[in-house]
């Protein structure tokens, strides 16, 4: 470990006066996950997170791009959320944005602020939405683009209905499934303190809950939890 240490920081030192290398990547091919480089102004999808069952080439394009797709949409959208909008496309810290967009953007943010403040994480504690604004954002931004480029790539070929579920249920269904998971009480509560995304529950109920597709593909009445009358719509 001492001398990975070691070389790593020779590597990074040695980086100094050089051109940047657009062409690195900051995590390992193997690694279950995605990001987003303001600086770099890239999005990087390592192979280990393009594998079933988040991406399944055998699988036809309502799942793949309602989970794949939303993610690759999430790190997208990360570019223009409170942190990336402020680096302009050249990666450099420089606000392009007009003062009307600004303000009409941090409006409709404190939309889901609110949305998000609702929601309990375990016994009293509530989802700190400020802090897991921008990640909020990415999944509402990121799943609105998955869905315009999946009604593009099925328009000409409108698929049938499979296992039961309608193309537009199994697009919602491919996208919660990325989010299953089990926590405990405690954990929950360290990352309500910590952590910028919100528990995975909210991730998918919280997100589709601003989505009239999703109330329309699940018969869901207008109040219900997940179809409230009034929806955050940022992009
Ligand atoms: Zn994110």
């Given at each position: 470990m001492l001398r990975?240490?070691?070389?790593?920081?020779?590597?990074?030192?040695?980086?100094?006066?050089?051109?940047?290398?657009?062409?690195?990547?900051?995590?390992?091919?193997?690694?279950?996950?995605?990001?987003?480089?303001?600086?770099?102004?890239?999005?990087?999808?390592?192979?280990?997170?393009?594998?079933?069952?988040?991406?399944?080439?055998?699988?036809?394009?309502?799942?793949?791009?309602?989970?794949?797709?939303?993610?690759?949409?999430?790190?997208?959208t990360h570019g223009f959320d409170g942190e990336g909008r402020q680096y302009d496309a050249k990666g450099n810290l420089k606000n392009w944005w007009s003062k009307k967009d600004e303000q009409a953007f941090n409006e409709r943010t404190q939309c889901l602020i609110d949305q998000y403040a609702q929601y309990t994480v375990v016994d009293d504690i509530k989802i700190n939405s400020k802090l897991t604004l921008g990640e909020d954002l990415a999944d509402l931004g990121g799943l609105v683009l998955a869905l315009v480029a999946w009604k593009a790539a099925i328009a000409d070929n409108p698929p049938p209905d499979r296992d039961g579920y309608t193309p537009m249920q199994r697009f919602f269904i491919g996208m919660a499934q990325w989010g299953c998971e089990n926590s405990r009480a405690e954990d929950l509560r360290v990352r309500a303190a910590t952590d910028t995304h919100s528990p995975n529950k909210y991730r998918v109920n919280g997100l589709v809950a601003n989505f009239p597709e999703f109330e329309q593909a699940f018969a869901c009445k207008p109040g219900q939890a997940m179809a409230p009358v009034k929806r955050c719509k940022v992009w």
């Open positions: 990975a240490s070691s070389f790593e920081q020779k590597r990074q030192l040695a980086k100094i006066r050089k051109p940047v290398d657009r062409g690195e990547w900051v995590t390992t091919p193997q690694t279950v996950n995605a990001y987003y480089d303001a600086p770099m102004n890239d999005i990087t999808f390592p192979a280990g997170i393009l594998q079933s069952p988040l991406f399944d080439p055998a699988m036809d394009d309502a799942p793949n791009y309602g989970n794949t797709g939303g993610t690759i949409g999430h790190e997208l």
